[in-house]
């Protein structure tokens, strides 16, 4: 137990000293290497050259992001790239929400802000009122 420990310590510390100075694992370098990963397990089954490909494309760009020194453009691309999918991310946390408490809540998202609001399941029709905004709309629970 003890020496896979140490081993931890030595993959890590090495990965430190491999990353030094580079870009890393960002947003988009997990979003590409995640892809690459569905992608190469679809293509178990599909065995399609297009997805083969797609699949080297995302690999390369993934390690393209985490080992590029140019750290500054990199994060720039990153925060670019987060506050492009920040709705579709918005939408996929609340349909997991929606999901895990599909019993009991319902979850909404203001039209005014995208603040996430939930409420109770079953009351009818409300008014609902979201508190950041103050903005009001009217939904069927
Ligand atoms: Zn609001």
């Given at each position: ?24 694992f960002d947003n988009m370098a997990r ?49 670019k790239f987060m506050s492009m999918t920040e709705m579709p991310r ?52």
């Amino acid at each position: 137990m003890d020496k896979m420990r140490q081993f931890g310590y030595l993959l890590q510390s090495r990965m430190a000293q491999v990353l030094y100075g580079r870009n890393g694992f960002d947003n988009m370098a997990r979003t590409s290497y995640m892809t690459a990963f569905v992608l190469l397990v679809i293509n178990l089954f599909a065995q399609n050259a297009v997805i083969y490909f797609l699949w080297v494309a995302l690999l390369g760009y993934a390690c393209f992001r985490i080992f590029s020194k140019n750290i500054s453009k990199r994060y720039a691309e990153n925060q670019k790239f987060m506050s492009m999918t920040e709705m579709p991310r918005k939408y996929m946390k609340l349909a997991v929400l929606q999901w895990r408490d599909r019993a009991t809540s319902r979850y909404y998202i203001c039209k005014g802000c995208h603040q996430q609001i939930r409420v109770p399941k079953g009351k009818g029709r409300i008014e609902i009122r979201c508190p950041k905004c103050g903005e009001r709309f009217i939904k069927k629970t």
